[in-house]
């Protein structure tokens, strides 16, 4: 069964790093373009960052120049490097990956919080 698990989240002070991981199992990343996206209480999930299957990455201007998305293909994982964080990045953070074919996963979710 194909599924993404994160992990790396936790609590951070302000202008702190944090280094997310998703992997995946059951499936191989190599030919899914991939994204993170949040989530905060009270509010729509929004899309943070994507890397394509050639390694092109996009990032939302909420986190341009403090997050920094990548994947290994033969660890078969993405990341979200996340520094500089600020209160208004604490959320639910997911990992979503997507073919080209429109298989669509998501993993469970790793919280992140940014408070002193």
């Known amino acids: 069964q194909a599924q993404l698990v994160e992990s790396g989240g936790g609590l951070v002070q302000p202008g702190g790093s944090l280094r997310l991981s998703c992997t995946a199992s059951g499936l191989s990343l190599d030919n899914y373009a991939i994204a993170w996206l949040r989530q905060a209480p009270g509010k729509q999930r929004e899309w943070v960052a994507g890397?394509?299957?050639?390694?092109?990455?996009y990032y939302a201007d909420s986190v341009k120049g403090r997050f920094t998305v990548s994947r290994d293909n033969a660890k078969n994982t993405m990341y979200l490097q996340m520094n500089s964080l600020k209160p208004e990045d604490a959320a639910v953070y997911y990992c979503?990956?997507?073919?080209?074919?429109?298989?669509?996963?998501w993993g469970e979710g790793t919280r992140v919080t940014v408070s002193s």
């Open positions: 890397i394509t299957s050639i390694g092109r990455t």
């Open positions: 979503n990956a997507i073919s080209i074919g429109g298989m669509n996963y």
